[in-house]
């Protein structure tokens, strides 16, 4: 059974002043086999910035295909959740707009709203502002009290949040990645339950979805990457 669906190179190799769609001609990505289920449920809850500095030419992500390597990622848990219990959703800066709610990953239909979650929602106001999302975030993982929430936020982090938005996401109830797009997340983050990530325009294809795939399946029973992965994922543990 094939895990490697076809995807063009990541959109952080090269800056590209519009969204394309992947051709056929690309290159597939290959990820792994994600194991099997965790004894724990999990859930993982991505937050993308959609803002000017993001999307437009010359920003960290120009092309869009951070949503098109995370949608990678997912479809690769899909065949392979026995328990019914893994869990994603989809956050963006601009909260509610575009969000998905949690969902079963094996489910086909909870697939299909995932691809309508990873894009820029339509009429995106394109906020800088993480504090909506991050309340949101926050909600989710208070109802989910049987699940480990693994939170991922992509951004520049240029945010212009009023509050200290750093120390919420310190003290977020669960494992928090903070991946950089095109920039060095701030050194504030670093503590027990975060991990730091930097993915730039430089960056091999398929960045982001390795970074995603890792969140996904940490504590999955005989999980394999192809390659070597490129990070540790946040708060790494023995597999439960």
């Avoid at 992947?22 to 809850?45: D, H, M, N, Y």
């Avoid at 959740?81 to 949690?102: I, M, N, Q, Y």
């Avoid at 730039?200 to 394999?224: C, I, K, N, S, Y």
Wanted: net charge neutral.
């Amino acid at each position: 059974m094939s895990l490697t669906p076809r995807l063009q190179p990541s959109a952080l190799v090269g800056e590209v002043p519009r969204q394309v769609k992947p051709k056929k001609e690309a290159a597939a990505i290959e990820l792994g086999w994600p194991g099997f289920c965790p004894r724990q449920p999990r859930l993982v809850l991505p937050i993308f910035d959609d803002s000017g500095s993001v999307s437009l030419p010359g920003g960290g992500d120009p092309v869009g295909n951070r949503y098109q390597e995370a949608l990678l990622a997912f479809e690769a848990l899909q065949e392979w959740c026995s328990c019914g219990k893994c869990l994603a959703g989809v956050l963006h800066f601009d909260s509610p707009r575009g969000d998905v709610d949690p969902g079963k990953l094996r489910s086909f239909t909870f697939q299909q709203h995932l691809t309508q979650g990873l894009r820029v929602p339509r009429f995106a106001a394109g906020s800088s502002v993480l504090g909506p999302s991050l309340a949101r975030a926050e909600e989710i993982a208070v109802s989910l009290p049987k699940h480990e929430v693994r939170l991922v936020v992509l951004t520049d982090w240029q945010l212009f949040d009023n509050d200290n938005i750093l120390d919420r996401l310190r003290s977020f109830p669960g494992a928090v990645l903070a991946i950089g797009l095109n920039a060095d997340p701030p050194a504030e983050l670093l503590g027990d339950d975060i991990v730091s990530l930097r993915i730039g325009h430089g960056d091999r294809p398929g960045a982001v979805a390795r970074a995603l795939f890792g969140e996904l399946t940490v504590g999955r029973r005989g999980r394999r990457f192809i390659g070597t992965p490129d990070r540790d994922s946040a708060a790494e543990e023995a597999p439960k």
